[in-house]
């Protein structure tokens, strides 16, 4: 049994290698808390340790997927342009509350007033589904489609997130650093996809790896989602 899981190791290591994730950040910009991350340094470029990454990506699966069988949602959040494609499709196929335009300050720490602000979003898309923006003018109407088109662009992932999540996956928690303040503030659970720049010490599955390409972005964001859906079937 524990050959086999070795093997399962290997190979998940042997795939994030070629993923490239692997290539942390330059080492002039590496944060303390990634020290022991680190396995060398090329070309000024720290080499994270894939051993190390696979094992908290495991312990992060596992957290998920009991999250999953307790009926708890998984936001996934990922604004920078290399993870809105990527986090918004993994959201959509398994039914996860997600943000990847902009992370709206107050989300959780003033989530009853965004909660209001989706509840009007929904009640105009409601109206205007039963046939019933007749009643309003051109003008009004117009300022109606102005509103739902802004409103669908800041909160149309989290527009079935009708109570807190049980905890957030982000990708690069420097850059999703308001989003992770506001979790730990209210104690969700943060895991992240963060290379050596970022303070891992902010997160609980701190997930070290290159967190400013596509295809190691997408492997990752892939693993934690499948995770998460293994769990909830």
């Not at 993994?90 to 602000?117: Q, S």
Request: proline share 2%.
């Amino acid at each position: 049994m524990t050959d086999a899981n070795t093997d399962v190791n290997n190979i998940m290591t042997e795939k994030m290698a070629t993923f490239g994730v692997h290539f942390g950040a330059r080492r002039s910009r590496r944060h303390p808390s990634a020290r022991n991350a680190v396995f060398g340094v090329k070309n000024d470029i720290d080499i994270i340790d894939l051993e190390k990454t696979n094992s908290v990506l495991d312990k992060a699966k596992e957290f998920v997927a009991s999250l999953a069988k307790s009926g708890k949602q998984l936001l996934l959040v990922g604004n920078k342009a290399e993870a809105r494609g990527i986090i918004a499709e993994e959201a959509v196929r398994a039914g996860l509350p997600f943000v990847a335009l902009r992370w709206i300050g107050g989300t959780f720490t003033n989530f009853d007033e965004i909660r209001k602000r989706i509840d009007y979003l929904q009640n105009i898309k409601e109206q205007s589904k039963k046939g019933e923006m007749g009643r309003y003018t051109k003008r009004e109407r117009g300022k109606f489609t102005k509103e739902v088109k802004d409103l669908e662009r800041l909160f149309g992932g989290i527009a079935e997130m009708k109570q807190m999540p049980g905890a957030i996956f982000v990708i690069d928690s420097d850059h999703e650093k308001t989003a992770v303040m506001e979790a730990k503030k209210i104690g969700i659970p943060v895991l992240g996809f963060a290379s050596t720049d970022c303070d891992l010490n902010m997160l609980d599955f701190a997930i070290i790896g290159n967190d400013k390409s596509v295809p190691s972005i997408s492997l990752i964001t892939k693993e934690i989602v499948g995770a998460y859906t293994y769990g909830r079937n």
